[in-house]
């Protein structure tokens, strides 16, 4: 029996590593890994997934992505015969950003965002004081590799001014009930998770290990 491709896109400014504890059957599954490409000058969202569909190489794959990479398979799923189209701590459309983002398109306050900080985590790290703030920083520069401020700012634009309005059908979407980025009131049918947080995908492991693949099938 051919094995079910399944292709994974982390969130944004987020590199593959965020999946080093999803495992899935591979008697049954082969996992393939996604990471951000730099944007080119004025690329517009729709150009952008065109460009990283290409990288799919196989027919019926499952594409799942988190935070942002939700955002960007369902654009993706343009392009593709997808077979499963899987979204994890995202949205399903502009409806379900929470007030704060839509406030910062109208006002485009999203445009005076300091993205050069995430260039100096490591200068952060050294004046940084107290354990959790360290530890925090460690899980930054571990899992949020992609930092160029080309890509920071094109990124936050993008998931800004993110135009869906009609919410894909075909989308599944697993929610933790405790996701402060996108709190879980705004969203839309989803598969709730207890006590996930934004990062379930490392925090909840165990959980998608256990349910991805009868989701999947």
């Known amino acids: 029996m051919s094995k079910i491709h399944v292709y994974m896109m982390p969130g944004l400014a987020a590199n593959s590593l965020i999946f080093e504890r ?3 059957p591979e008697s049954t599954f082969e996992i393939h890994l996604l990471d951000w490409e730099t944007p080119k000058n004025n ?5 952008y997934a065109k460009r990283m569909s290409k990288l799919v190489k196989y027919e019926k794959a499952v594409l799942i992505g ?3 990479g939700g955002v ?3 654009e993706m799923a343009h392009f593709l015969d997808l077979r499963k189209l899987i979204i994890i701590s995202s949205v399903k459309s502009n409806l ?3 007030l704060t983002m839509k406030i910062a398109k109208t006002t485009k306050a999203y445009k005076l965002m300091p993205t050069s900080l995430f260039q100096n985590m490591e200068s952060l790290a050294k004046f940084s004081f107290g354990n959790v703030i360290k530890q925090r920083i460690k899980l930054y520069q571990k899992y949020m590799s992609m930092r160029e401020k080309t890509y920071l700012d094109w990124a936050i634009e993008q998931m800004i001014l993110w135009d869906r309005e009609e919410i894909d059908k075909n989308v599944i979407h697993i929610h933790g009930d405790a996701d402060a980025i996108f709190p879980i009131k705004n969203i839309q049918n989803c598969i709730a998770v207890k006590g996930g947080t934004h990062i379930m995908i490392l925090s909840k492991y165990k959980w998608l290990n256990e349910n991805l693949p009868k989701i999947i099938l």
């Open 72 to 74: 960007l398979v369902q």
């Open 96 to 98: 379900e950003l929470p």
């Open 43 to 47: 690329e517009t969202l729709l150009e």
């Open 66 to 68: 988190v935070s942002f």
């Open 22 to 24: 999803i495992k899935l």
